[in-house]
């Protein structure tokens, strides 16, 4: 079943625009599936046309090129998506050292914790108890009381080697 006259000038216009590099409607990649979009025209409207799918089955016989906008194309593509390995990488290991950093943070504070209040709780020279150093507790009446003891979070890990350096 041949095609219009019109469908067939379509066809071959869209056809000098793939072939000379100037697509308007595609990519340029030499398809007939461009060959179709490029004229505004059915795939199936591609196969009616028996004469014009000949010529261009002639002239695109060869092995498909890529034109130079589409190697520039790709080679930008590859680039960025190697500079975007490049930083996920960089990311990933500052995360590391970010959450290194953050797990012996939380120890040093704990450790600081605890030191102060081993601290707190020794008596003075003279005999006389620290805990009169409490102002917690006094201005209400009730006597001076010791505030709650911060308990280490179950989240926090300690760093490699932590236990055979501290004994814990």
């Known amino acids: 079943m041949p095609v219009s006259a019109a469908t067939e000038t379509k066809l071959r216009e869209a056809m000098a625009r793939l072939l000379a590099g100037e697509p308007l409607h595609?990519?340029?990649s030499l398809t007939k599936e461009n060959l179709?979009?490029?004229a505004r025209v059915s795939h199936a409207t591609v196969h009616r046309a028996e004469e014009i799918l000949g010529e261009w089955?002639?002239?695109v016989a060869r092995p498909v090129r890529r034109t130079p906008g589409e190697v520039q194309r790709d080679e930008t593509i590859a680039e960025l998506r190697k500079q975007l390995r490049e930083t996920k990488a960089k990311a990933n290991e500052l995360q590391g050292k970010l959450d290194a950093l953050a797990t012996v943070t939380a120890n040093l504070y704990f450790e600081n914790r605890e030191l102060k209040e081993k601290e707190s709780t020794r008596p003075?020279?003279?005999g006389r108890s620290p805990r009169h150093r409490t102002l917690e507790g006094v201005r209400s009446g009730e006597g001076a009381?010791?505030?709650?003891?911060p308990r280490r979070p179950e989240h926090v890990l300690r760093p490699r080697g932590y236990e055979q350096d501290h004994g814990t």
Request: aromatic letters at 6%; charged letters at 45%.
């Open 124 to 126: 003075e020279p003279g």
């Open 36 to 38: 179709a979009r490029e």
């Open 57 to 59: 089955n002639a002239k």
């Open 26 to 28: 595609t990519d340029g």
């Open 145 to 149: 009381r010791w505030p709650e003891r």
